[in-house]
């Protein structure tokens, strides 16, 4: 399992590989305002699941594939999300000043050559709402077919290997077969390489 650790205040990620057998006790870190390094999450094996654990809590959480999970910690917000560990053609792009990109496989800002589409993304005040452009073009949010949808950070959004979470001004998408490829100058890639001993 990867888990992509967004520290929203910060704006910054972190990106862990889990190991495939579920085995060990490992710490994400994070530096707080005396750029001092603290623990802050614990995760671990518990009964053949990954679960986590904040510092100051009793109580583990199971951590499950393709799931977002928000985590209060001080004045931070942190939001983990969950996906296979398998898919290393995940990348993670911004694109702060962009209010609307569209995805097909025409003269689109993200080309995906297996949707026949035009998958519209527009922002409206502080959200996002995904649009397509027919109703036979209806893709998957977090498991429902369905044509168009205000999206929530975290959603997760499947279009035929495609994999998109929504992260607010954030995007992280795979590249299935080497069939995708962002057009749009407006995005920037975010070099978060998967640390696997470092946890």
């Known amino acids: ?5 967004f520290f929203e205040t910060m704006h910054t990620y972190q990106v862990y590989s889990l190991p495939n057998v579920v ?19 614990n995760v671990f094996a518990f009964n053949e699941h990954w679960v986590y654990q904040l510092e100051d809590s009793s109580e583990p959480i199971v951590l499950e594939v393709f ?18 560990l398998y898919d290393e053609t995940l990348e993670i792009f911004s694109f702060d000043t ?18 026949n589409g035009v998958l519209t993304f527009s922002k409206k005040a502080n959200s ?11 893709i998957y949010i977090n498991g429902v077919f369905t044509a168009g949808k ?4 975290g ?17 992280a998408i795979n590249n299935p077969n080497n069939k995708r490829k962002m057009n749009h100058p407006k995005f920037h890639a975010v070099i978060a390489p998967p640390l696997k001993e470092s946890l």
């Open 155 to 171: 959603d997760h959004l499947f279009i035929d290997g495609l994999n998109i979470y929504n992260m607010g001004n954030f995007l």
């Open 150 to 153: 205000f999206l929530a950070i």
């Open 98 to 115: 962009l209010t609307q990109f569209t995805l097909g496989n025409t003269n689109n800002d993200i080309f995906y050559e297996n949707y």
């Open 67 to 84: 799931q977002t999970y928000f985590i209060p910690y001080k004045d931070k917000k942190i939001k983990i999300f969950t996906m296979p």
């Open 23 to 41: 085995d060990g006790n490992y710490w994400i870190s994070a530096y707080d305002e005396m750029g001092q390094k603290r623990n802050i999450l």
């Open 1 to 5: 399992m990867r888990l992509l650790i």
């Open 128 to 138: 996002w709402i995904v649009q397509c452009d027919k109703p036979e073009h209806a």
